[in-house]
Antibody, heavy 124, light 107 residues
């Protein structure tokens, strides 16, 4: 079964750091680009970051640029999001999501599988 | 960056009604538009990609269309299980922005 399982969400103080993980199973992880999408409480979806299958290409939304880093370890079938200098407005459920196409690219491709999400709360 | 403006933000309709949700791109995005359904407390689910292609397993009462930079999601006959928030997302280039969402309720 194709599955994504996020972990690492927690309560953290403003200015703190956190690393999220997403364990993938049921597909050839290295062949697919991946993304992080977040949803603040009671709010809409916000696309945060994407990474190509090889890990050689990444993109971060302006709202997290310079603070968040997306990465992957294809030997461990795991996607990461390193979050630094956290702010209250980063409070959200963070979803890991997989792109449809096995080319490994995220441009021109849509998200077809989402994990259940992990909650990050930034508060003092 | 290209903005995605979704309307209405919410709607209430009766079972069996035809429901239409619109998403407008601030620039051309060709057909690189997906629609997602998020039921309360659940994970987003892909409904439509390439503006009008139904994802496998999605009921045929859902359909998508495009006119210029305007995209439409239509539910031909609203069912109780369709209560959800619907989001469009453009994916032609990064950032792959979502629309603001449309909350659909039963009257």
């Amino acid at each position: 079964e194709v599955q994504l399982l996020e972990s690492g969400g927690n309560l953290v103080q403003p200015g703190g750091s956190l690393r999220l993980s997403c364990a993938a199973s049921g597909f050839t992880f290295s062949s697919y680009a991946m993304s992080w999408v977040r949803q603040a409480p009671g709010k809409g979806l916000e696309w945060v970051s994407a990474i190509s299958g090889s890990g050689g290409s990444t993109y971060n939304a302006d709202s997290v640029k310079g603070r968040f880093t997306i990465s992957r370890d294809n030997s461990k079938n795991t996607l990461y999001l390193q979050m630094n200098s956290l702010r209250a407005e980063d409070t959200a459920v963070y979803y890991c999501a997989k792109y449809y196409d096995s080319s490994g690219y995220y441009v021109y491709w849509y998200l077809d599988l989402w994990g259940r999400g992990t909650l990050v709360t930034v508060s003092s | 960056d290209i903005q995605m403006t979704q309307s209405p933000s919410s709607l209430s309709a009766s079972v069996g009604d035809r429901v239409t949700i619109t998403c407008r791109a601030s620039q051309g995005i060709a057909n690189y538009l997906a629609w997602f359904q998020q039921k309360p407390g659940k994970v987003p689910k892909l409904l439509i990609y390439a503006a009008s292609t139904l994802q496998s397993g999605v009921p045929s009462r859902f359909s998508g269309s495009k006119s210029g930079t305007d995209f439409t999601l239509t539910i031909s006959s609203l069912q109780p299980e369709d209560v959800a928030t619907y989001y469009c997302q453009k994916y032609n280039s990064a950032p792959q922005t979502f629309g603001g969402g449309t909350k659909v309720e039963i009257k």
